[in-house]
C-alpha cells in the first residue's frame, strides 16, 4: 500500500517537472506555408533557406525566404529548381512564343538555354534540375517532336544526352557536380525506365531479375543514391524505389491504399540517402517518408506526434525537397477549412535528425526506449517509458531496491507494469531486465525529457 500510494505521488511530481521542461528541453518542429495560394513549392537549396515554386498552372517562377517572403521572378514556370548553394534559380521562359529552358538573372531577366534543334514541339526545352552551383541545368530537349535529355553548361551550351535505343529520354535531376544525371529512357513498349548517365555513359537502373525500376526523380549530391517510381516486381510498377550503386534498387513500397490506381514516387533524397520523401495515393495523396528502418510512412502522423502546431487545416499532399541533413523538409499540399480548398507550398523546419537508434522501426523522437528494441511501444503506466526499458515502479527516477522489491512482491502473476518483456507473466526474464537498470534511471526514451535536459540530477532526489 505504501509503495502505491508513493508511487502515484513520484509519479504526479515527476510528470509535472517532465511536462513543465519539455518546451524548453524539445523544441516542436514549425510548418510555414510558403508562397502564394494556389501555387507548388518545387525546389529549396541544399541548407533549406531559399525556396521555389510557380502557380499550379504556371505563368511564372517564385523565389521565397524566411525574410523576404515571394519574389515574382517572370518567367512562365514549368518544374522550377534552385542550386544547392542557392544562388541559381532555372524555370521555363517564353522565346517567341516558344517555352524554353533558362535561367533567372535578377529582377525578372532571364537567360534562354535554347534547344537540341532549331524548331521543337512546341516547347524547345525544359528545365528539370539543376546542380549544386548552377553550372549544370538538365532537363528535356527537343528537336522537332523527338525529346532527349539534355545537359546544359555555359561552353557547351545544350547537349543531347541520347538514350540507348533511340526512343525518348529525359533528365530529371543531377548530382552536385554535374558528373551524375538521372532520369527515364523510354522502351519500344513506352514504358519508362530508370537510368543515369554517368560523365555522359547511360544504363539502366534495373537489373536483370530484380524489380522494374520507373522514372528516377531525384539524385543524392554525390550521386550515389537515385530515388524515384513506378517500381514494382511482377505487373504492378506502381511503387516508390530507392537505388544505390552497392545494393542496386529496393522497391520502398507505398502507403496503405485500397484504391488500385493508387502508388507512390520519391521525389527527394538528404545527402546521406537515408531520408527519402515524396507522395503516396491516388487520387488523394500524402506526403511520406522513408528511412532504411522505418520503412514508409505518413509525414502528417509523425509530425502530429512530434507535436508540430497548425497541422489541422492542412492535407500534406508531397514532399519535393529535403534538405541536407534532412532536418528540413518542403512541399506542397492543400490548405484551408475544407480538403483541397487552396493548394499551397509548405517548409517544415527544425525537424530532429532521422535516427533509430535501436533499429525498432520508431524514430528516436517518438520511441519510448530508444536503446531496446521495443516495437510494440508497450508502456503500462502511461509515463512516455516504454515497459522494456521502465522496472522504475515508483517512478522515483532511479531503479532500485524498492522496484526490486516491487517486482518480488508481484513475482509470478501478470502484473502489467512488472511485465517488463511483455509476455504475460513477471518470471525470471523480467528480473534479468530489471537487472540491467540497476542504480540507473529508467529510460532514455524520446517522449521523455532526460533528467539532465530538465534540471540537475540531484532537483529529483
Ligand atoms: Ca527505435
Ligand atoms: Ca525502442
Ligand atoms: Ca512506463
Ligand atoms: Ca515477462
Redesign the pocket.
Known sequence: MNLQKGKHHARAVWMALAVAAAPVAIAAPTLTPVGPLDTNVLGMSADGSVLVGTPIFGGYAFRWTREGGTENLGGIGGNVQISRDGTTIAANVLVDGNPEAGIWLGGKKWRPLGGLGASGCPDLSDTYGINGNGSVVVGLGWDGCKAYGFRWEDGTGMVSLGSLEGNSSRADAVSADGSVIVGWDAAETGEWRGVRWVNGVESLLATPGGPSLGSANAVSADGSVIVGGEAGKGPTHNKAYVWTAKRGGIVIGMLPNDNQLAGAYAFAVSDDGRVVGGASGAQTRDAFLWTPTTGIFKLQDYLVELGVQGLDNWVLDTVTAISSDGTTIAGWGYRGPKRHSHVQGWVIDGLPPFVDTDRDAILDPVDNCTLRPNADQR?????????RC?PDFNNDGIVDGKDAAYMRSVFGTADPDADLNGDGIVDSRDVAILGNFFGKPPGPSGRVATVSETRPADAIR
Open positions: 508502456d503500462t503506466d502511461g509515463d512516455g517509458y516504454g515497459n521502465d
